[in-house]
């Protein structure tokens, strides 16, 4: 429902009409001039925090028009009842409002058609459209952006003008503030006038299309990463960017949404977002021989009806959730799975998926996962508690927050010998339980109450010079990066960013390079020993997990990633199935230690973590992870480009085949006539 900040300006907005209406009844003027104040005041913050609540409002009747009108109309009662009815600024009042209500609609048509002539056919990021079609600027961000608001506010001038009229009963600030609001709305329509002819509007759609089909066949992509989602799924998509940065073949990126574009994180593949469907089954893909799907969606259809291309089913991750074996899945050439796992897993389900069409190739994204070597010497083990969120369905098996992990984090305080915590929830935590949200807010107090008790223990010293000098070097990376990021500024539309969406290969290495040196300063830029409560985009999971000597999580793909690094690992059975039906139902947990809600066997993980060589479970990691993730070598990229490779083949023979059937069939039609 948005912060305490929002909630309590929209409170102050919808309690200020009220008081409006008494004052204008009572009449007061500066009464009604402060309550206006409040209502204007409180409009503004919520627009300009873009707050949910504006929504909301706008679902009850109570949408930004409405208001503004039903503050105008008090006005005109607050001057009926100062006996102003016969005046001329009353008829003046009443005259403005009415011809700036006239403003508006030509206001709104102006701006709905720059918008809808500047939104672009097809999207683009790093294709080369501006040497085929010309792309003209986009308007200044501050004519379209909230323009609705910045509109209804023009109106504020007349409102103080005629407040002002009403206090001091002198007509010349009334028309003083008139002639501003007329005025004022009058240039910001004519502003707008300009950018619907044109040569301020991109070029029409067939123009656009046939640019890009310019651009492919001279690009003449050969493996095509298809996507289609919500902009929450945007992570799905970006998890595969670095794999297809590195493919042998030429990439390409298709979209099917402009959300999840404007959700995609940074990339040197082309990309190309089409939303419409009939858009891309003209675009020319004659070139390309394999394409890759993250996604079961519906949209697929639009790509899996083109014959000359094989469809390989990649997911967005590997676990023994049902989404793994979807029935769905049949309807591609192939499914790659990362190791003998997946494989099984559709053996077991029996969902139509042939053992002949699954290919193992390893995951790709785990490459930054470092192997376990033990606790560094002079150190002491770093644990991470990185449970998953509580989904959608309301099961006690989704997560261990809610009934554990008050339980763990305890336990792990008071480990002795002790033991570092990091704490990293998963983004979405709470967002549909309270209870998850709450168990959340008492977790992260334990865990920097313990931090600030360590700080304290003599026991626990750091280099405060060191972390002096990581926390400067941080500053500095930061600012770096925000320099080559750009500085926030004003953004073009949809049509200028595919225009300029080139990517500057070196930035883009350059940031890379700055993102490690700065994970690599973070860690330095605190204690070894200090208690850490981890949330946002930086450092990411798999850099907690690099720093950590074992780990506590949930099922989910996070487990199957993090057996990666052959380090132990626990799993809460929060469901209580019991250890045995516990690991029947999920492979993941095969090699790990089983903790109950009570997190009673926490001991066996911290056992393992202090003495490697007497850990009972570390040659079933060992098996568990060629069973999920597959062979170490050759590695999961070599494997990915291996299999790209292979069924580029298969589609190349295919397509041969069918052309030496058209062409004996057209012979022997032309021997027949």
Same mark, same amino acid.
């Given at each position: 429902m948005g912060s305490a900040a929002e909630l309590a300006a929209a409170a102050l907005m919808i309690l200020g009409f009220p008081v409006l209406m008494l004052a204008a009844l009572v009449p007061s003027v500066p009464a009604f001039a402060a309550a206006a104040a409040v209502t204007y005041l409180a409009d503004h913050y919520l627009h300009r925090k873009s707050s949910y609540l504006i929504n909301r409002l706008s679902k009850v009747r109570a949408g930004l028009s409405i208001r503004f009108l039903i503050r105008q109309l008090l006005l005109i009662l607050l001057l009926a009842r100062l006996d102003l009815a016969d005046g001329i600024v009353f008829y003046g009042a009443v005259a403005c409002f009415i011809a700036f209500y006239g403003l508006q609609a030509p206001h709104g048509a102006l701006v709905t058609l720059i918008r809808n002539r500047r939104r672009m056919p097809v999207a683009t990021r790093n294709v080369d459209l501006a040497a085929r079609i010309r792309i003209p600027d986009a308007p200044p961000r501050r004519l379209l952006n909230r323009s609705a608001e910045k509109m209804l506010h023009l109106d504020l001038f007349a409102v103080v003008g005629?407040?002002?009229?009403?206090?001091?009963?002198?007509?010349?600030?009334?028309?003083?503030?008139?002639?501003?609001?007329?005025?004022?709305?009058?240039?910001?329509?004519?502003?707008?006038?300009?950018?619907?002819?044109?040569?301020?509007i991109p070029p029409n759609a067939e123009k656009v299309l046939a640019a890009v089909d310019d651009w492919l066949a001279g690009y003449r992509p050969e493996t095509v990463l298809y996507f289609s989602g919500s902009k929450d799924s945007a992570y799905q998509v970006n998890m595969w960017l670095e794999t297809m940065?590195?493919?042998?073949?030429?990439?390409?990126?298709?979209?099917?949404?402009?959300?999840?574009?404007?959700?995609?994180?940074?990339?040197?593949?082309?990309?190309?977002?089409?939303?419409?469907?009939?858009?891309?089954?003209?675009?020319?893909?004659?070139?390309?021989?394999?394409?890759?799907?993250?996604?079961?969606v519906g949209k697929n259809i639009h790509l899996l009806r083109v014959p000359t291309m094989k469809h390989v089913f990649i997911g967005h991750g590997d676990s023994d959730k049902l989404a793994?074996?979807?029935?769905?899945? !049949?309807?591609?050439? +192939?499914?790659? /799975?990362?190791? $003998?796992?997946?494989? %099984?897993?559709? &053996?077991? @389900?029996?969902?139509?998926?042939?053992?002949?069409?699954?290919?193992?190739?390893?995951?790709?994204?785990?490459?930054?996962?470092?192997?376990?070597?033990?606790?560094?010497?002079?150190?002491?083990?770093?644990?991470?508690?990185?449970?998953?969120?509580?989904?959608?369905?309301?099961?006690?098996?989704?997560?261990?927050?809610?009934?554990?992990?008050?339980?763990?984090?305890?336990?792990?305080?008071?480990?002795?010998p002790p033991v570092r915590i990091l704490y990293k929830p998963h983004p979405f935590t709470g967002t549909v339980s309270k209870e998850a949200g709450?168990?959340?807010?008492?977790?992260?107090?334990?865990?920097? !109450?313990?931090?600030? +008790?360590?700080? /304290?223990?003599? $026991?626990?010293?750091? %280099?405060?010079? &060191?972390? @002096?000098?990581?926390?400067?070097?941080?500053?500095?990376?930061?600012?770096?990066?925000?320099?080559?990021?750009?500085?926030?500024?004003?953004?073009?539309?949809?049509?200028?960013?595919?225009?300029?969406?080139?990517?500057?290969?070196?930035?883009?290495?350059?940031?890379?390079?700055?993102?490690?040196?700065?994970?690599?300063?973070?860690?330095?830029?605190?204690?070894?020993?200090?208690?850490?409560?981890?949330?946002?985009?930086?450092?990411?999971?798999?850099?907690?997990?690099?720093?950590?000597?074992?780990?506590?999580?949930?099922?989910?793909?996070?487990?199957?990633?993090?057996?990666?690094?052959?380090?132990?690992?626990?799993?809460?059975?929060?469901a209580e199935l019991g250890v045995e039906e516990f690991k029947r139902q999920n492979t993941a947990v095969r090699a790990a230690t089983i903790l109950s809600n009570s997190a009673a066997e926490l001991g066996e993980l911290l056992s393992a973590v202090r003495d490697p060589a007497g850990d009972p479970l570390a040659e079933d990691r060992k098996e568990l992870k060629q069973y999920l993730l597959g062979p170490d070598e050759p590695t999961s990229i070599e494997q990915f480009n291996t299999a790209v490779a292979d069924l580029a083949r298969k589609a190349d023979t295919r397509n041969v085949g069918q052309e030496s059937r058209a062409a004996a069939s057209a012979a022997e039609a032309a021997t027949t006539a």
């Open positions: 005629v407040l002002v009229s009403g206090f001091m009963d002198d007509s010349l600030a009334a028309f003083i503030g008139i002639g501003a609001t007329i005025g004022l709305g009058t240039l910001y329509v004519l502003a707008l006038m300009p950018y619907v002819r044109g040569s301020k940065e590195q493919l042998d073949s030429k990439p390409l990126i298709i979209l099917r949404e402009r959300a999840i574009l404007n959700n995609l994180a940074p990339t040197t593949v082309p990309v190309i977002c089409v939303p419409g469907g009939v858009h891309l089954m003209n675009m020319d893909l004659s070139t390309v021989r394999v394409a890759l799907y993250a996604a079961n793994s074996v979807n029935p769905f899945s !049949k309807v591609y050439d +192939e499914v790659w /799975t990362a190791g $003998r796992a997946g494989r %099984d897993r559709y &053996a077991i @389900a029996d969902v139509g998926v042939r053992d002949d069409d699954i290919v193992e190739v390893g995951r790709p994204q785990l490459a930054p996962i470092q192997t376990w070597q033990g606790v560094p010497d002079g150190r002491i083990p770093t644990v991470l508690y990185a449970p998953t969120w509580e989904g959608w369905d309301g099961n006690p098996g989704n997560t261990s927050l809610v009934l554990a992990g008050e339980n763990i984090v305890k336990k792990l305080i008071k480990a002795d709450a168990a959340h807010a008492r977790i992260t107090a334990l865990v920097e !109450k313990a931090a600030a +008790e360590r700080a /304290t223990d003599p $026991r626990f010293t750091a %280099d405060a010079t &060191a972390q @002096a000098q990581a926390k400067a070097e941080l500053t500095r990376i930061e600012a770096r990066i925000a320099q080559l990021a750009g500085n926030g500024g004003e953004k073009g539309d949809e049509a200028e960013a595919t225009r300029d969406g080139l990517v500057d290969v070196a930035k883009h290495e350059e940031i890379a390079r700055l993102r490690a040196e700065w994970n690599a300063a973070y860690w330095r830029s605190f204690g070894t020993h200090e208690h850490r409560v981890i949330t946002g985009a930086e450092p990411r999971l798999y850099d907690c997990f690099n720093v950590s000597d074992a780990m506590v999580s949930d099922i989910s793909s996070v487990v199957s990633d993090f057996i990666a690094s052959g380090k132990p690992y626990a799993v809460t059975d929060s």
